[in-house]
């Protein structure tokens, strides 16, 4: 009886993932969120080859840090819930995430918003303070350090409001229509050139429009 009556008052909170689909394109989290929209491309497919071993939970010892994979991480407080790629837990027993990402980093926060997410929920179920974390990408097979300041804690927050709030509201978006289209697997889903000029088309045809009377 508890346990359903737990997963009932969760079912509303934010996925972590959808935090990373959010701020890299609002028109992208809606159409997967919203729409349920999904369609594969090379980028979707190495993504999903780079998450082949972190997928699965496990966990194991690795130099004497015992290493968690795929852990599933929740707050109730900010309302998050999600999985963890990779977990490492120091000596001290600070947890450390880290997010496995294909290709190179990119320009926006998107990436750092998802870990500093999962470093907040760890804070709250550890009941400890978790600074930094990392971002694997396989394109440089390199860490990318991430300090959780005051800056990216305030964009989660912000973030997760956003998310609540189209949910709620139901409302897409409109589309970004700039470089991050390029290698978007639902740019043909979102049409994002075409949409973007609408409103210059509908005015130009005032002149032979009827409106209705």
């Known amino acids: 009886m508890l346990s359903s009556k737990i997963v009932e ?13 959010f701020v890299y394109c609002p028109r992208q989290f809606a159409l997967i969120h919203l729409e349920q929209v999904w369609q ?32 599933a991480l929740i707050s109730h407080s900010h309302q998050l819930r999600g999985i963890a790629d990779v977990v490492e837990f120091l000596a001290d027993g600070t947890p450390y995430p880290v997010e496995y990402k294909a290709g ?29 974390g990392a971002l694997f990408y396989s394109a440089s097979k390199r860490r990318r350090v991430v300090e ?18 189209t949910l709620q509201t139901q409302i897409m978006p409109q589309p970004v229509a700039d470089a991050r289209c390029d290698d978007c697997s639902l740019s043909e889903a979102c049409v994002p050139q075409s949409l973007k000029k609408f409103p210059q088309l ?3 045809q005032a002149a032979f429009r009827i409106d209705e009377i």
């Open 9 to 21: 008052t969760t079912d509303d909170y934010v996925m972590l993932s959808a935090l990373q689909h």
């Open 40 to 71: 594969e491309n090379i980028y979707t497919l190495r993504g999903l080859r780079v998450h082949e071993r972190v997928d699965t939970p496990s966990h194991e010892l690795i130099a004497g840090v015992r290493v968690e994979r795929s852990l």
């Open 104 to 132: 190179s980093r990119k320009a926006k926060d998107a990436d750092a918003v998802q870990l500093c997410a999962q470093a907040m929920c760890l804070e709250e179920m550890f009941d400890r303070p978790v600074t930094t």
């Open 148 to 165: 959780f300041d005051l800056r990216i804690r305030s964009l989660v927050t912000a973030t997760v409001q956003a998310v609540q709030a």
């Open 202 to 204: 509908w005015d130009a």
